[in-house]
C-alpha cells in the first residue's frame, strides 16, 4: 500500500482569483494553460467540441502541518456534524487534490478558457477531461441537509 505515485503538473491556472475563498466561484473566469515543454496544442485537440470540463489539481498551499485524516466539523461550523475528511470535499485533504467540474469556454493554443473553476492563481493541474454526462452519477443522489447548505453560495456570483 505504501507504494510512492509521483504527478507532474500538466499545466496551471491563470485566475484572478489568489487568495483562498470558500464562496462565489461561479462567475469566476480563469485559463488552465498547460505546459508548452510537455505539450502542443494538439493535445487539446476537440475539447472546444465540449461544453464542460474536470479538472484534477492539487492544493498546492495548503501546507503538510494542516493535512487532516480525521473527522471535523465542515468549515469549523459546529452545527454541522462531526465529518470524517473523506466525507467532505475541504482542501486540507491527505492528498491535496482537487476536483472541479467547470464550464469550458474557449480552447486558444495552450490556453483552456473555463468559468466556475474552483481553484486560485498559480494552482498545478495534474489532469483535465471532458465531462461526459455518461459519466455523471446513475440513480438518485442522496446527501446530507448540512451538505446542501454549505454550497449555497459556493458557486453563486461574485
Not at 464542460?52 to 459546529?78: K, T, Y
Request: charged share 25%.
Amino acid at each position: 500500500m505504501d507504494q510512492l505515485v509521483t504527478v507532474r503538473p500538466v499545466g496551471r491556472v491563470l485566475s484572478p482569483r489568489a487568495d483562498v475563498e470558500d464562496d462565489h466561484w461561479g462567475d469566476v473566469a480563469s485559463v488552465v494553460r498547460l505546459d508548452a515543454e510537455q505539450f502542443t496544442p494538439e493535445a487539446l485537440a476537440g475539447l472546444a467540441d465540449f461544453s464542460h470540463l474536470e479538472v484534477v489539481f492539487h492544493f498546492h498551499r495548503v501546507s503538510e502541518d494542516r493535512i487532516e485524516s480525521g473527522a471535523r466539523h465542515p468549515r469549523g461550523n459546529q452545527d454541522w456534524p462531526l465529518v470524517g475528511i473523506f466525507a467532505q470535499r475541504g482542501k486540507n485533504r491527505p492528498n491535496r487534490l482537487g476536483v472541479s467540474r467547470c464550464e469550458l469556454l474557449s480552447v486558444e493554443g495552450l490556453d483552456v478558457h473555463v468559468r466556475g473553476l474552483d481553484a486560485i492563481d498559480g494552482t498545478p493541474v495534474l489532469d483535465l477531461k471532458p465531462y461526459m454526462a455518461e459519466f455523471g452519477p446513475r440513480g438518485v443522489v442522496v446527501q446530507p441537509e448540512w451538505s446542501t447548505t454549505l454550497m449555497t453560495a459556493y458557486y453563486a456570483g461574485s
